[in-house]
């Protein structure tokens, strides 16, 4: 069954590795240190800082840690992203969901 096309982020663009992306920043608590990031997702071939350009400020952003300065990146828009992974099939289950799954 191929995705339905989401008028907010086109997955013709966006593919299944930048929702995979979207799953493992959320999976860490919807922030991540960038530099982190971007070590482990250009492995891939995906660059995080044009991926979070591409789906808008008012979802996921590159943003400074007030005191230290230091670079992250925060998913905002939670309910968008379990949105999107479910229309993907990339929902990562919490652990307690993997126990109730296999029962």
């Not at 997955?11 to 799953?23: K, N, T």
């Not at 993907?88 to 029962?103: A, C, V």
Request: aromatic share 10%; with cysteine.
């Amino acid at each position: 069954m191929t995705p339905t096309p989401n008028p907010d982020t086109d997955p013709q663009d966006s593919g299944s590795e930048a929702v995979r992306f979207l799953a493992w920043v959320k999976k860490r608590g919807a922030r991540v240190r960038y530099p982190y990031c971007r070590k482990k997702w250009e492995r891939s071939g995906i660059c995080a800082e044009d991926l979070v350009k591409k789906f808008g400020d008012d979802k996921i952003r590159v943003q400074r840690h007030p005191s230290s300065g230091e670079r992250w990146i925060l998913l905002l828009d939670l309910p968008w992203a379990d949105n999107l992974m479910i229309e993907f099939d990339e929902e990562i289950p919490h652990h307690r969901q993997w126990i109730e799954l296999g029962k």
